[in-house]
């Protein structure tokens, strides 16, 4: 027997859950978090439709979202992602939330079953119309014949840029009879080769290797934008309502929480806009209320407790009285009376584990304590009995009418969900992009274990499949095999100065050490800069101007996925960078977790708005990395860079400091040289250093001198 048969047994709630689609208006109460997840997987699995749920919040939509993508297949849950205020969405643009939100709207548009997670913004968010956005999609086939020209056309129409050569999510590159493609919400780029006007072949490749991943006969090439045609020009506008078939369930939770999260968000976009001088934003938000009234999909109303909707009419009403479980902190013998008890009361016992392995784990564990029980399949379910299963529910609960208690490791030893989350890469200093940059000997930095030394490429075999490990030694001759996929953990080591660095034990505790004693550093740096900040809140600093095209433009060019902590401190300083009073910001993170991007981003808006921006390094050695970033980064842009170092001849540094004063360069990177009293600056607005806590004593006096 499955859970679902097992949940068949309230026929109270399957009624309703039928019930759904005809009562266009139903309400189900008394349903705590883990029972949610519940609903939702059973809704999806009587009903068979696609199903959008509006969180009340930003928190409350990536947790749903979090928890319900551990309970389905790949590719079954999705998340729109849409900005609260206005005035974070003009300062940051997120290649990611937009993946997501395009990623969203093409599965809607497939009217098959799954799940799309939201905000109540996203009801106010204009998107084109469902049957536009389709139009705009591309199907590409081999053996068929196309013109080139005009699809060239098509993808800039769709949001495309052209280059020589596609690097990044949202770019197309056409050379001869080769065409490549780089949607945005798909892993890697499309190269399609062409004999004449017939496409002879279509392939999936690694952007950094050029190397072949798939062969495919078939593409969907879908817009590289949710605004098509600048919707906020010709008001040609919908929702993603208008994506969901009508035969679609829509559920609120929490409907009252979403509407005073409504009146509380646009209130604030209302003054935004009172005060934003840009007509860009003016038609970004839609009216709520309208939106609602002109739902036709069937409603769900899920609340833990039972509200007042006065203006609704509510065709169905169900209060479930669920619960939520004991939790037992590990105490076995707690455990075990409590097994007693519902044995006694003939309760339906499901115990999950997050694996087969914990579920033989806890089994024998129970064993120890006098537990008998069992490991059943997910398909033979025993009612009355108790029983270990494996599933991916993140929270326990309990149905009393049926007699169901479900506990899941966390209930009962306080064990964390088990929760899929990206690798982060090392998206700054000497990220490896490819191992043939490395060489045997080369000092190599693992996020995880510290400084090794990299000994080469070895083939080895495990678990009967053969693959290539990039072999790191440690002291000791303790050796580390990392998977080549994995590149990403694994940071090419840059001295200071040339210093050889201190190798690191494998399985010891200096590289923890070493983060320690880095945080110790930032609480003195701290202590410094309060009574700076004493002055300098008297003080009226400059107002930066909101994100442009431009700003837009050189954000979207970075190569790499922004992790969360990037936005939210990219978000953050350009809020601050807004605002009249002036800023000090401390960003702290480990090596190569992308800090310097953030710091570039922060520069870009400064000298956007016809500011010079000063960027302040300990080394020379660090002063040429920075430097050949910001050449790589700023290519593209209108922003003249120079460094200050000691390896330049006077007659060079002459030139820059003539350069500076008179603005014509718009960023230096340089040693403490920046700080000589020869260096002016016509119109300095930003100052960035970085590893301050290395900088003498002199010169931080001259430091908090220019912060003045």
Request: charged share 25%; net charge negative.
């Amino acid at each position: 027997m499955k859970l679902s048969e097992l949940i068949a047994a309230d026929a109270n709630l399957v009624n309703f859950i039928k019930a759904v689609p005809q009562a266009k208006n139903s309400m189900l109460t008394g349903v705590n978090f883990g029972a949610f997840n519940l609903i939702i997987r059973e809704l999806l699995h009587r009903l068979q439709q696609p199903i959008l749920i509006v969180a009340s919040d930003e928190n409350r939509a990536q947790q749903i979202y979090s928890s319900l993508v551990e309970l389905f297949e790949e590719n079954m849950v999705h998340f729109f992602p849409v900005e609260p205020l206005l005035e974070t969405q003009a300062a940051v643009s997120s290649l990611d939330e937009l993946s997501q939100r395009l990623d969203a709207m093409s599965f809607l548009l497939t009217k098959q079953k799954g799940i799309v997670i939201s905000t109540p913004q996203a009801l106010q968010y204009p998107l084109p119309a469902a049957i536009k956005f389709k139009a705009n999609s591309l199907t590409l086939k081999v053996n068929q014949v196309c013109n080139l020209s005009k699809i060239c056309d098509f993808l800039v129409h769709c949001g495309y840029k052209r280059d020589d050569l596609v690097a990044n999510p949202g770019e197309f590159a056409l050379r001869g009879d080769i065409l490549d493609i780089y949607p945005i919400n798909i892993a890697y780029p499309y190269r399609i080769e062409f004999f004449d006007d017939e496409i002879d072949n279509i392939r999936t490749f690694n952007p950094v290797s050029q190397r072949t991943k798939d062969s495919l006969t078939e593409v969907v090439i879908e817009p590289a934008d949710d605004q098509l045609d600048k919707l906020y020009q010709n008001e040609d506008y919908t929702t993603i309502l208008d994506y969901l078939t009508e035969s679609g369930i829509i559920c609120f939770d929490d409907i009252r929480a979403i509407r005073q999260n409504i009146v509380q968000i646009d209130a604030r976009n209302r003054d935004y806009l009172a005060h934003e001088t840009s007509t860009n934003m003016k038609n970004s938000r839609l009216d709520f209320t309208s939106i609602f009234n002109q739902i036709v999909q069937a409603k769900i109303y899920s609340s833990l407790f039972q509200v007042s909707v006065n203006d609704l009419k509510i065709d169905q009403l169900l209060n479930l009285h669920t619960r939520e479980p004991q939790q037992f902190f590990s105490q076995m013998s707690l455990i075990k009376n409590e097994l007693s008890v519902y044995e006694l009361q003939q309760q339906t016992v499901i115990i999950q584990a997050d694996n087969l392995v914990r579920a033989k784990q806890i089994k024998s564990t129970f064993a120890d304590y006098g537990i008998d029980i069992t490991i059943a399949a997910e398909n033979k379910l025993i009612p009355n009995k108790r029983q270990i299963i494996v599933d991916n529910f993140n929270q326990g609960f309990v149905l009393p009418r049926i007699s169901l208690v479900y506990l899941t490791e966390h209930d009962l030893f306080n064990r964390q969900p088990h929760i899929h989350k990206k690798i982060k890469s090392l998206e700054n200093a000497q990220q490896i992009r490819s191992y043939q940059e490395l060489n045997p000997g080369d000092y190599v930095v693992h996020i995880n274990h510290g400084i090794g030394i990299f000994e080469g490429i070895k083939t080895l075999e495990s678990n009967g499949q053969k693959g290539d490990y990039i072999t790191i030694t440690y002291r000791n001759h303790d050796q580390l095999f990392v998977p080549a996929d994995q590149l990403g953990v694994v940071q090419k080591y840059v001295a200071s100065d040339g210093k050889i660095p201190k190798i690191n034990k494998l399985g010891g505790n200096e590289w923890a050490k070493t983060k320690c004693r880095v945080q110790e550093k930032i609480e003195d740096i701290a202590d410094e800069l309060l009574a700076i900040y004493a002055h300098r809140a008297t003080e009226k600093g400059f107002a930066f101007l909101p994100d442009d095209e431009l700003q837009r433009d050189f954000e979207a060019a970075f190569p790499y996925l922004e992790t969360p902590d990037q936005i939210k401190a990219i978000r953050e300083i350009k809020l601050d960078m807004q605002k009249e009073k002036p800023m000090d910001r401390l960003l702290v993170g480990d090596v190569g977790f992308g800090k310097t991007e953030v710091a570039l981003r922060a520069a870009f808006k400064a000298i956007d708005s016809g500011k010079q921006v000063a960027f302040l390094v300990p080394t020379t050695i660090l002063a040429e990395q920075h430097y050949a970033t910001m050449l790589e980064r700023f290519k593209d842009f209108p922003v003249n860079v120079a460094m200050l170092c000691r390896f330049q001849t006077e007659k060079e540094a002459d030139e820059i400091a003539t350069n500076l004063s008179n603005g014509k360069i718009d960023i230096v990177v340089g040693t403490h040289r920046i700080l000589s009293r020869d260096i002016k600056f016509k119109n300095l607005g930003l100052l960035i250093i970085d590893e301050e806590q290395r900088f003498g004593v002199k010169h931080k006096e001259k430091l908090k001198k220019i912060k003045k």
